[in-house]
């Protein structure tokens, strides 16, 4: 059964930092770029950090560059993302996604994620 599972959410005040987990199982993770999304209620989902199948590319979108960092450790399936200098507007629902179009290559498009994890809850109170 593919399956992607985040952890790491939680209530943190504003300034501060939380590091979010995406354990996958059920596919051939080192071969995939992977992505993180948000949904803050009433908004569309959207792209936060993506990164290539072997790491070596990575990409942002401009609200959270230079404060949050995406890493991987492909002999244990996972995806990270370390998130840092947290504001009131990063408050959202956090999302680990597999892209499994074959070369790997990171996408900003949501559209190219097929496999979606649960989600797991960041507050960041101000």
């Known amino acids: 059964q593919v399956r992607l599972v985040e952890s790491g959410g939680g209530l943190v005040q504003a300034g501060g930092s939380l590091r979010l987990s995406c354990a996958a199982s059920g596919l051939t993770f080192s071969t995939y770029a992977m992505g993180w999304f948000r949904q803050a209620p009433g908004q569309e989902r959207e792209f936060v950090a993506a990164i290539s199948w072997s790491g070596s590319n990575t990409y942002y979108a401009d609200s959270v560059k230079g404060r949050f960092t995406i890493s991987r450790v492909n002999a244990k399936n996972m995806a990270f993302l370390q998130m840092d200098s947290l504001k009131s507007e990063d408050t959202a629902v956090y999302y680990c996604?597999?892209?499994?179009?074959?070369?790997?290559?990171?996408?900003?498009?949501?559209?190219?994620?097929?496999?979606w994890g649960q989600g797991t809850q960041v507050t960041v109170s101000s």
């Open positions: 996604a597999a892209d499994r179009r074959p070369g790997g290559g990171a996408t900003t498009n949501l559209q190219a994620y097929d496999i």
